[in-house]
């Protein structure tokens, strides 16, 4: 039996005049992994919590969704939070007590459930997540990948037939979300839990995924097996899901257009047997590498320069910076990465003058004005009822003498439509053009931006890049913290690696991702014994392109 029958399933939103799902059907049987991806707005978020009784948003829905048979409305709340588990995009907004334990035990507690079952489930959820050595922690001490692993076991608890998940890894450096989505698996081929996930990060969840969705407008636009709906985008020429796909099937695909069989790889592993065998019945297909497949790093006198920089929160709290040390060029991109917990946004904090550094030397010849600091959350930035008016109140705070400056931001991040929107109720995608257009409004010499791919798709992802790109063209120097290693590895001049307090391997993509093992990208992981400096996909089409018809 289905655990899911979705039946025409439509959405509208309190005020909307476009419905957020129109007419959705889909089954989804027991155990199974379903991906669903697509562009912010497409419907995804809305889809998932139509499924959870406790979640749903208030709005006119039409259709039907059967759960196990039965109409959903009809499950009674008890049942539906022990069977239907759900884990959000932000670990702390689901975090409620003060230890791992008291959150583990929280919603057995809820339910009346007694402390001998939750002593025995948590003596087998415990070991199965690892936790042992951190059960007693208070939560405040854990890492953002901690939380998140907190948040699915103390789910599990509760023993679930379903989970859904909305975006979990998108606040997780690349090592935490590898191993969150490695237990998402274990839970799902060994416990046989359905697992329905919505994602911007697709690449490494295609080959997990028995069933993968994607959607645009309230509509599945592509469904099927992995390998399927991969094949599907290809064959139909839609540049708008092709980003969707992971860079290995699109090598693939590209180079082996006359193969229209056999299948399309998935993996590294896959891929990587793949590029073997088309290099040694191709030899010498690919070509020097040419010059200008990606803008050097500016060499002009340092913008800024800091020599190490030690910082901690309080007086007995531990070193989260120690000896910090590297220099920001005038026009330079620079993005530094590290895991969970690695101090990169206390470092932001400091060069934007928010924390001051406690040791060393930061020098620069920027005024604090000169310095646009774009944090983690958007919804800090925003104290007024629309888009306009929280642009025109920056403005006047500034004494813009004229509107030219915040018009073209305006164009520039595409606001036009959403000017008379409530900030809290546009896109995540769009709250974060609108917070780098009302940092930019102060036209600063240097941008500061932390994780600013955090839930952007990947169209907006490439828009993004565009913006920067202008930016740098004005005169402007961005660091950016951020998870994103293909992001960083198509983009940045240069990549620094934050690690127990000080700033490894600053050097640039080309060399950053080359020489590391687990920081790197997919497309290197596969090609790199016969391209050892290529990184990206369009640096080995670029070489390809060179030789080939």
């Known amino acids: 039996m289905a655990d899911y029958q979705i039946q025409n399933l439509s959405f509208r939103y309190p005020g909307e005049t476009e419905p957020a799902l129109d007419g959705v059907d889909l089954d989804v049987r027991s155990g199974d992994f379903v991906l669903i991806g697509g562009p912010t707005g497409s419907g995804k978020t809305t889809l998932l919590r139509l499924l959870k009784p406790q979640v749903q948003a208030a709005g006119q829905r039409e259709g039907t969704v059967l759960y196990n048979g039965n109409r959903l409305e009809d499950l009674d709340l008890r049942t539906a939070a022990e069977e239907i588990g759900m884990i959000f995009q932000n670990p702390d907004n689901q975090i409620v007590m003060h230890t791992v334990w008291q959150q583990l035990c929280?919603?057995?507690?809820?339910?009346?459930?007694?402390?001998?079952?939750?002593?025995?489930?948590?003596?087998?959820?415990?070991?199965?997540?690892?936790?042992?050595?951190?059960?007693?922690?208070?939560?405040?001490?854990?890492?953002?990948?901690?939380?998140?692993?907190?948040?699915?076991?103390?789910?599990?608890?509760?023993?679930?037939?379903?989970?859904?998940?909305?975006?979990?890894?998108?606040?997780?450096?690349?090592?935490?979300?590898?191993?969150?989505?490695?237990?998402?698996?274990?839970?799902?081929?060994?416990?046989?839990?359905?697992?329905?996930?919505?994602?911007?990060?697709?690449?490494?969840?295609?080959?997990?995924?028995?069933?993968?969705?994607?959607?645009?407008?309230?509509?599945?636009?592509?469904?099927?097996?992995?390998?399927?709906?991969?094949?599907?985008?290809?064959?139909?020429?839609?540049?708008?899901?092709?980003?969707?796909?992971?860079?290995?099937?699109?090598?693939?695909?590209?180079?082996?257009?006359?193969?229209?069989?056999?299948?399309?790889?998935?993996?590294?592993?896959?891929?990587?047997?793949?590029?073997d065998r088309y290099w040694v019945r191709r030899p010498g297909v690919f070509g020097e590498r040419p010059e200008g497949i990606r803008g050097e790093a500016p060499k002009e006198e340092p913008l800024l320069q800091c020599r190490d920089l030690h910082f901690q929160y309080g007086k007995k709290g531990p070193q989260v910076l120690q000896k910090v040390s590297f220099t920001l060029h005038p026009r330079e991109f620079f993005v530094l990465l590290g895991g969970n917990g690695a101090g990169k946004s206390t470092l932001l904090q400091v060069l934007a003058g928010v924390l001051k550094h406690q040791g060393g030397k930061l020098k620069t010849r920027l005024a604090p004005g000169d310095i646009g600091y774009v944090g983690q959350n958007p919804l800090a930035y925003f104290t007024r009822e629309t888009v306009r008016e929280q642009l025109e109140d920056r403005a006047k705070s500034l004494d813009l003498g004229d509107r030219e400056r915040m018009d073209a931001l305006v164009r520039l991040f595409r606001l036009e439509p959403v000017l008379d929107k409530h900030p809290f109720d546009i896109s995540g995608g769009q709250q974060q053009q609108l917070v780098l257009a009302l940092v930019l409004l102060a036209d600063p010499a240097l941008v500061l931006m932390d994780e600013p791919t955090k839930g952007l798709d990947p169209t907006a992802k490439q828009a993004l890049a565009g913006w920067l790109g202008q930016l740098l063209e004005k005169g402007k120097t961005i660091l950016m913290v951020s998870h994103d290693i293909e992001f960083a590895a198509a983009h940045a001049h240069r990549c620094g690696l934050l690690f127990d307090g000080g700033l490894l391997a600053v050097a640039e993509p080309s060399v950053f991702f080359t020489e590391n093992y687990y920081y790197t990208t997919m497309v290197h992981r596969t090609v790199r014994e016969h391209l050892p400096e290529e990184v990206t996909e369009e640096g080995v089409l670029a070489r390809w392109a060179i030789t080939s018809p």
């Open 106 to 275: 929280f919603g057995m507690e809820n339910l009346g459930y007694p402390t001998s079952l939750m002593q025995k489930r948590m003596a087998e959820v415990v070991p199965f997540f690892g936790m042992e050595s951190w059960l007693h922690q208070p939560v405040e001490t854990l890492s953002g990948g901690q939380k998140q692993q907190l948040n699915l076991a103390a789910v599990m608890m509760l023993r679930p037939k379903v989970l859904l998940l909305d975006e979990p890894t998108a606040q997780l450096d690349p090592i935490a979300a590898s191993a969150f989505t490695d237990l998402l698996t274990r839970i799902n081929q060994e416990l046989s839990v359905t697992v329905i996930l919505c994602e911007h990060r697709l690449e490494a969840l295609f080959p997990r995924a028995n069933q993968v969705l994607l959607m645009e407008a309230g509509r599945i636009v592509h469904q099927g097996k992995a390998e399927t709906v991969v094949r599907q985008v290809w064959e139909a020429k839609a540049p708008g899901f092709a980003p969707y796909l992971p860079a290995i099937s699109r090598l693939y695909l590209q180079m082996e257009a006359d193969r229209k069989e056999g299948p399309v790889p998935l993996t590294v592993k896959a891929g990587k047997r793949w590029f």
